[in-house]
């Protein structure tokens, strides 16, 4: 006979707002479903990591273009930003967005999902005092699918400027971005392909400081100067292209593409490897000195003694104008590992190369012509304005190339109500930075009258040691060792402990200056090398009932950052060994003299046999230079409401700075202490008088200082 099994309905139900049993610190978790239906105008990863309360968009550089963020009151350049486990930040430190490319580090619709987290107790997450932000990228299936989309904006869609000279009128805007996904299978069940394009176009505009072509002085200024461009170039053989006057406003035209493939392989059961390939390119112009006074404040100041006054509104000819390029690539390999139903361990490798170039539409000194009459972007006529034409000085021999290989394994093993973590992580990056202002000259003209007649009022070269590099080269590594245990002591209370130790190597040291360390007693060659930190970490999760209706989390830890590397750099540029100023406040030989004796456009970045020092300004760091770290707490509770599905958390993060950053100047001199305690020094070591040495400048050294700290709360309600 046979017997006939009853089978009862067993249903799994979830809701929306169900409480994460394994959140301890503070975070957000953003799936695909929910940035789909998240407003953004700027379609910025920015916009997405800000849903999370404790992260604010402070601002945004150039339209989307650096979108800066920052998290906790710390800077925006200690965060960390990775791609499928991979840093995508910038190493060096100079992009407003703590970013190496423009914008987004990848497509918004490439992301699947999309962590926040400003205390996560996991020790296998470093490199952040800020906001850690790791983007999972989407993979093929067993489906075809794909999108395409387009978004469109111009001037037409906002308001007009409501002050100034351009009161009235609707800015220059045109944004167009275009772009396309698809993904699916190349062996069903093994196999899988995801690819996608997109590519991001502007047009803005900047605002002319002054318009010489707007008064009869001006314009007999401006054909005076275009007769002495002429005879330069017939001079030396017409070899220059100065460009052209651009007129009260010049287009900004801005562009940022991406492309990203991926490969999902389901080796067999318990093994998958997954490879990613993606590329970032984009250029944003800058006007130069084309818009001082009008679209940026800043005046256009002459060569010290000189006697020439600032001029506090500028123009400039399109040579002077220049466009930043960067281009970001990226390949990153994943390896996952179920070796037994207790056991599964994770290999990672990525490799990410990024340049920043700036091309400019000549190889020329830079000129300054003061005196220039015209319409200032006030709306008034003045006489005293700037025209400048050449190679703007910041990029004369201008280039940074950042490398960087990273790699970690790490295993993961289940004994009883135990999850035990181990695991190595290490990134090596290599720096070229070549940053040689001033370097093919700069010559200043007191009036148009003077430059007509080749007779300049000042002439500044910075020049670099033959036999030496122009470019400065530097190194460093990062390695991790990281364990961790997680007790389920109930069904209802988790406890997390984690230990991480992180230290430091590097290569090449900065040049010795022998007379600063006879003078100041220490070295300026100072490296992180030897630098080390350790990490503890400890974190629970306790539901209050059994339903899960409200749960206490909370933990403390530290969490060690990065250096922005220019800070370490620096030193290795400003030795005051084999670099030089060279001031000639009274040349006896004009500008037509200098390119035809002294100035080789093969090879413009000055160079000499030998230098004369003279006074130099001195960057350094102090030996093991710790990178920034922070002890880190929160507690939070988090409460399910009927009402709507929603949920409601109260929560306090509170940080402390165990090693901050700080920079002082070594040679400025204390005159006395002010009654509110604050030191007050004799005023600008420019001045050798004013110097504790006189022998140099300004010298200043990158510490560390434990000061300073923050306490955050919150309350939210939101509908998941």
Do not use: C
């Amino acid at each position: 006979s046979s017997e006939v099994v009853r089978m009862e309905k067993f249903t799994v139900q979830g809701a929306s707002n169900d409480l994460d049993a394994g959140a301890t610190g503070a975070g957000s978790i953003i799936n695909s479903a929910r940035l789909a239906m998240t407003a953004t105008v700027q379609r910025s990863f920015a916009d997405m990591a800000t849903k999370n309360q404790f992260v604010s968009l402070r601002s945004v550089l150039a339209s989307r273009a650096q979108p800066i963020i920052s998290a906790v009151g710390q800077n925006n350049r200690f965060n960390s930003v990775q791609v499928d486990g991979a840093r995508v930040n910038d190493q060096f430190g100079l992009n407003g967005s703590g970013l190496q490319g423009f914008g987004n580090p990848i497509t918004l619709d490439t992301v699947e999902q999309l962590s926040v987290s400003v205390s996560p107790y996991d020790v296998g997450q470093s490199g952040f005092t800020g906001v850690s932000i790791n983007a999972v990228t989407k993979s093929g299936t067993n489906r075809f699918s794909g999108s395409g989309y387009t978004l469109y904006t111009s001037q037409e869609y906002q308001g007009k400027n409501v002050f100034g000279s351009t009161a009235g009128i609707r800015p220059t805007l045109e944004q167009k971005t275009k772009g396309f996904t698809f993904g699916g299978p190349i062996l069903k069940n093994r196999l899988f392909f995801f690819i996608n394009y997109e590519r991001f176009d502007s047009v803005t505009s900047d605002l002319a400081g002054l318009d010489p072509t707007g008064t009869p002085q001006g314009a007999a200024d401006m054909a005076a100067i275009t007769a002495r461009l002429a005879a330069i170039n017939t001079a030396v053989g017409g070899r220059y292209d100065f460009g052209t006057l651009l007129g009260r406003t010049a287009p900004v035209t801005q562009y940022d593409k991406k492309k990203l493939a991926k490969l999902d392989w389901n080796i067999t059961g318990t093994q998958r490897f997954s490879v990613r390939y993606n590329k970032t390119e984009g250029a944003l112009p800058d006007s130069g000195k084309y818009k001082y006074g009008g679209s940026v404040g800043t005046t256009q100041n002459p060569t010290a003694g000189t006697g020439i006054a600032n001029a506090t509104y500028a123009t400039n000819l399109s040579s002077n104008r220049f466009t930043q390029v960067r281009s970001e690539e990226i390949w990153a390999g994943q390896l996952f590992s179920r070796w037994t139903p207790e056991l599964k361990t994770e290999l990672r490798y990525a490799k990410n190369d990024y340049t920043q170039e700036t091309p400019t539409p000549i190889i020329f000194p830079e000129i300054h012509i003061y005196n220039v009459s015209g319409v200032a972007s006030s709306g008034a006529n003045i006489n005293n304005g700037s025209l400048v034409f050449g190679t703007e000085l910041n990029r004369h021999g201008n280039r940074i190339a950042v490398n960087t290989e990273s790699y970690s394994a790490s295993g993961e093993y289940i004994w009883n109500q135990f999850i035990f973590t181990a695991g190595y992580d290490r990134e090596k990056s290599g720096f070229l930075n070549l940053f040689r202002n001033l370097s093919y000259g700069i010559f200043d003209f007191a009036s148009p009258a003077a430059f007509a007649a080749d007779t300049p009022a000042a002439f500044i070269r910075n020049l670099y040691v033959r036999g030496t590099t122009p470019n400065d080269v530097s190194d460093f590594a990062i390695n991790g060792l990281f364990t961790q245990a997680k007790w389920n002591v109930t069904p209802l209370l988790t406890a997390i402990i984690g230990l991480r130790y992180d230290w430091f190597t590097a290569g090449e040291r900065p040049p010795l200056n022998p007379s600063f360390k006879t003078i100041f007693g220490k070295g300026n060659d100072g490296t992180v090398d030897g630098s080390n930190a350790i990490s503890p970490r400890v974190s629970f999760n306790w539901a209050i009932d059994g339903d899960r209706t409200l749960q206490v989390r909370g933990g403390v830890g530290h969490f060690t950052g990065r250096i922005p590397w220019v800070m370490v750099s620096n030193s290795y540029g400003n030795s005051g060994v084999g670099r030089s100023a060279v001031v000639t406040l009274a040349p006896s030989t004009g500008l037509v003299s200098y390119l035809r004796s002294d100035f080789d456009l093969a090879n413009p970045i000055g160079s000499a046999n030998s230098v004369n020092v003279g006074r130099p300004v001195i960057n350094l760091i102090k030996e093991r230079l710790d990178a920034p770290s922070v002890w880190r707490g929160n507690l939070a509770a988090d409460l399910k409401l009927p009402l709507l599905d929603s949920l409601a958390t109260v929560e306090v993060i509170r940080s402390v700075a165990d090693k901050a950053l700080f920079i002082r100047d070594l040679n400025i001199q204390e005159r006395f202490v002010g009654s509110d305690g604050r030191q007050v020094f004799r005023g600008t070591v420019n001045t050798a008088a004013n110097a504790l040495h006189p022998e140099f400048s300004n010298v200043y050294e990158v510490s560390n200082v434990s000061a300073g700290g923050s306490t955050y709360v919150s309350f939210s309600l939101q509908r998941p």
